[in-house]
């Protein structure tokens, strides 16, 4: 069983959370707060396998909040916000965040956040992957010298020989950063199906989340 604690300072928000949890036979909401202290009080004295954190609370942001629940081993971490923005992902990241998701997003990634991050796994909305991919690529300075080319890496060449072509076409959407609902709609797939070529991906690049999918995507010159 997953225990859950749910962090928000909008009662409705922890509610309709609740709700779409409670339903899953692996996972319990097992306490809930409404401002960051309580959330590090509640996640230090009650037995937690992740929390679910919003950014802007009272008293104690999620962000510090989320740096003092990881830096004492109490749980691990998934902020939710309402806000699409960059310094909340990295600040995130930076305190020990181990996913990142929008309250706009489907009650499946709820649920899909909270088994991969319980599994050991990251788990970021697209959104956040492409910022992410952004960043990593801002990184490279362009003053600095083309490097010389390097020689194809045979295990990586092995790896994309061995996608399929749909599966080609699924790693190119998520690198676009497509959630599996988007994508489904543009190949004209169930989302069942979608879920199952992802997870394939993930399988087959040795990826232990998107974001690293993406990573590899990128490397390997698959990235629309």
């Given amino acids: 069983m997953i225990r859950v604690l749910l962090a928000d300072d909008h009662a409705l928000v922890r509610s309709g959370f609740a709700m779409v949890l409670s339903v899953e036979d692996d996972i319990e909401v097992v306490a809930q707060a409404a401002d960051g202290a309580a959330a590090v009080a509640a996640a230090r004295d009650g037995a937690v396998d992740v929390a679910l954190l919003d950014v802007q609370m009272p008293v104690m942001d999620g962000i510090e909040a989320t740096r003092r629940i990881v830096g004492t081993g109490c749980a691990k ?85 061995s996608l399929t072509e ?38 087959k690049t040795g990826s232990r989340d998107r974001v690293q999918a993406v990573v590899f995507a990128h490397r390997a010159g698959l990235a629309g």
């Fill in 77 to 161: 971490v998934v902020i939710v916000t309402t806000f699409d923005r960059e310094d909340y992902l990295f600040d995130a990241l930076a305190a020990g965040a181990s996913g990142f998701l929008l309250k706009n997003a489907d009650p499946d990634d709820l649920v899909e956040a909270v088994r991969a991050v319980a599994g050991g796994h990251a788990l970021l909305a697209p959104e956040a992957t492409l910022r992410v991919i952004r960043a990593l690529a801002a990184d490279v300075s362009p003053a600095a010298p083309e490097p010389a080319p390097a020689p194809p890496d045979p295990v990586q060449q092995r790896i994309v020989a």
């Fill in 166 to 203: 749909r599966e080609h076409e699924v790693l190119r959407l998520v690198s676009e950063g497509l959630s599996n609902a988007e994508i489904a709609q543009r190949l004209f797939l169930g989302p069942a199906t979608v879920k199952t070529h992802v997870s394939n991906i993930l399988a």
